[in-house]
């Protein structure tokens, strides 16, 4: 062997010893107890909280004119296997799927908090002009709080993603697009089914002991819910997020257009994808996005007895309304 192969691969040996030392770091039991008591809460705003907001915004798109049909697939955090059903979905050469497209921006979490912030909505109706308002009035009328329609409002907002993500999508020859999200719960897929209405979401969960596990052994030191203030670099973090997540789809209402999946039936031969091409109206085929190994990142077989602790207390009540053991 050659002197600079011997480089090379001592090296590699190296980066794989300082890399192995700085993951036991992370995942060690007094750093991650340590995190547990100072993590940060993250509270958003419920789906009742922004139904609520919306109602006073009148003008709701009409379902049989609106001719866009985006998907969102939306996952209980990191390692959920989102990206695998990205893969499985865009065998449709007609779909793009974007894939967390400045997702640690928040963008659609902080719309959602920005909306239910305000107490404007509930007196919009006394504000909105009016179809008669004749030009020579202005001068001469209270118009210190003069708003435009509140559909004018909820279109501004779409024209923000039909801009951003449906243009882009069109313009590389695809005629559905959607996203797929590792950060959104019930209350950001309301809002997105509020700017719209066909919309269909694809509701993705795994062990969050699995998740877990993928995630440390990767190192993940550039995980952020909301960047840069949010950071998900402890047990305690990724278990409340995946908690929060989890326990938001008992809120969406009956009849939301929204198809649960689980990661385990998705690999395990149980998952009826005829069904899912069926509702989504696209064509897949499966067998090759599963074909391809894409990331494998797990290294141990079991979490330390710490990090399944700490994880069972902060990820109960979502473990449990998935039907997820302990």
């Known amino acids: 062997m050659s002197q600079g192969l011997l480089q090379t691969a001592s090296t590699q040996r190296i980066r794989r010893s300082a890399r192995a030392f700085v993951n036991a770091a992370r995942r060690s039991c007094v750093r991650e107890f340590w995190e547990w008591a100072r993590c940060k809460p993250v509270t958003l705003p419920s789906v009742e909280q922004l139904v609520e907001s919306l109602s006073h915004l009148s003008g709701v798109a009409d379902e049989q004119e609106d001719t866009e049909t985006p998907i969102f697939v939306l996952s209980t955090g990191w390692r959920s296997g989102s990206t695998l059903l990205q893969r499985i979905l865009v065998t449709d050469p007609n779909l793009l799927l974007w894939g967390e497209p400045l997702g640690d921006m928040a963008l659609v979490s902080r719309v959602a908090e920005m909306l239910c912030s305000t107490s404007t909505f509930s007196s919009l109706q006394t504000h909105c002009v009016t179809d008669s308002l004749a030009p020579s009035s202005l001068a001469t009328s209270w118009i210190a709080t003069l708003y435009p329609p509140g559909n004018s409002f909820r279109l501004a907002l779409r024209s923000l993603f039909?801009?951003?993500?449906?243009?882009p999508a069109r313009q590389r020859g695809f005629t559905r697009w959607g996203f797929k999200e590792v950060r959104l719960g019930a209350t950001e897929a309301n809002l997105l089914s509020w700017l719209y209405p066909r919309a269909k979401f694809l509701i993705l969960s795994r062990h969050p002991y699995d998740c877990y596990?993928?995630?440390?052994?990767?190192?993940?030191?550039?995980v952020f819910y909301r960047s840069p203030d949010i950071r998900v670099d402890?047990?305690?973090g990724f278990a409340r997020?995946?908690?929060?997540l989890a326990t938001s789809w008992s809120e969406l209402p009956d009849g939301f257009p929204a198809l649960h999946i689980k990661y385990e039936d998705l690999v395990d031969g149980r998952f009826d994808f005829r069904k899912v091409e069926s509702w989504l109206g696209?064509?897949?085929r499966e067998s090759l996005a599963l074909?391809?190994?894409?990331?494998?990142?797990?290294v141990r077989d079991r979490l330390a007895w710490h990090e399944r602790l700490i994880i069972a207390r902060e990820a109960a009540q979502g473990m449990k309304a998935l039907g997820y053991s302990k």
């Open 213 to 222: 596990r993928s995630l440390s052994d990767a190192g993940w030191h550039h």
């Open 241 to 244: 997020h995946w908690n929060r």
């Open 282 to 284: 696209v064509e897949i």
């Open 162 to 167: 039909d801009q951003w993500l449906a243009e």
């Open 291 to 298: 074909s391809a190994s894409v990331s494998h990142t797990a």
């Open 234 to 236: 402890s047990a305690a």
